[in-house]
């Protein structure tokens, strides 16, 4: 089925310190991998995106990996700071009509000063 | 770039009562628009795929006649709950795919809908 799988489910680092998020999808056939940031109350928004046709992207503090063998990707982000702080939710599209994006279940990220 | 307007914000209603929630694609037209539920704590589950001009899409264990999608123009989507109950009450949030300028397909969400049913 249609199915991302987001782990760890809640992350805490030190200011400075790298963040790691993993995500694996069930559907070979998918080719957009989003990444969502929502703080306390918000609608969450786009921090960073990559498609099949590359293994990574950068932008700033922020990559992300891709190994579409394994179907999985990753977040990283580099030099935590305190507004760094937040739900981060990984993405997946999946075939089949609209290319819908299925969500994993939320990493909440903790940078302490 | 793109924005996705979605009203009311916040509504509390009596149980029983039907609520409508709208979503707007302010400078953009979308022809697909997404409704998800979150709630607290948890992420985000798709409901349905709005589609211009023709019926809604419904993920497998969402009651389409609760929860009553309407997509009549390339700007506007509605989501109505008919008959809510308190296990209706969660955040209900839209989405639009609109096309940047790089001509890659990005969903825009919403501000989303903290629905409180009493």
């Known amino acids: 089925g249609e199915n991302v799988e987001q782990h760890p489910s809640t992350l805490s680092v030190q200011e400075g310190d790298s963040a790691v998020i993993k995500c694996t999808y069930s559907?070979?056939?998918?080719?957009?991998f989003p990444w969502y940031k929502q703080e306390l109350g918000k609608r969450p928004q786009l921090i960073i995106d990559?498609?099949?046709?590359?293994g990574e992207k950068k932008d700033q503090r922020i990559a992300v990996t891709l190994n579409k063998t394994a179907k999985h990707f990753s977040l990283h982000i580099t030099e935590t700071q305190p507004e760094d702080s937040a739900v981060y939710f990984c993405?997946?599209?999946?075939?089949?009509?609209?290319?819908?994006?299925?969500f994993g279940a939320g990493t909440r990220l903790a940078v302490h000063p | 770039g793109a924005v996705v307007s979605q009203h009311p914000s916040w509504v509390i209603c009596k149980s029983g009562t039907s609520v409508k929630i709208e979503c707007r694609s302010l400078?953009?037209?979308?022809?697909?628009m997404f409704w998800y539920r979150q709630f607290p704590k948890q992420s985000l589950m798709l409901m349905a795929t709005?589609?211009?001009?023709?019926?809604?899409?419904?993920e497998q264990g969402v009651e389409k006649d609760k929860f009553l999608i309407n997509h009549a123009s390339l700007t506007l989507s509605t989501l109505t709950v008919t008959s809510a109950h308190p296990e209706d009450s969660s955040f209900y949030i839209c989405?639009?795919?609109?096309?940047?300028?790089?001509?890659?397909?990005?969903?825009?969400f919403g501000a989303g809908s903290r629905l409180t049913v009493l």
């Open positions: 559907d070979s056939a998918s080719n957009y």
């Open positions: 709005s589609n211009e001009g023709s019926k809604a899409t419904y």
């Open positions: 400078d953009f037209q979308a022809t697909t």
């Open positions: 990559i498609r099949s046709n590359v």
């Open positions: 993405a997946a599209s999946f075939s089949g009509g609209y290319n819908k994006l299925i």
């Open positions: 989405s639009a795919r609109a096309t940047e300028s790089s001509g890659a397909n990005v969903l825009t």
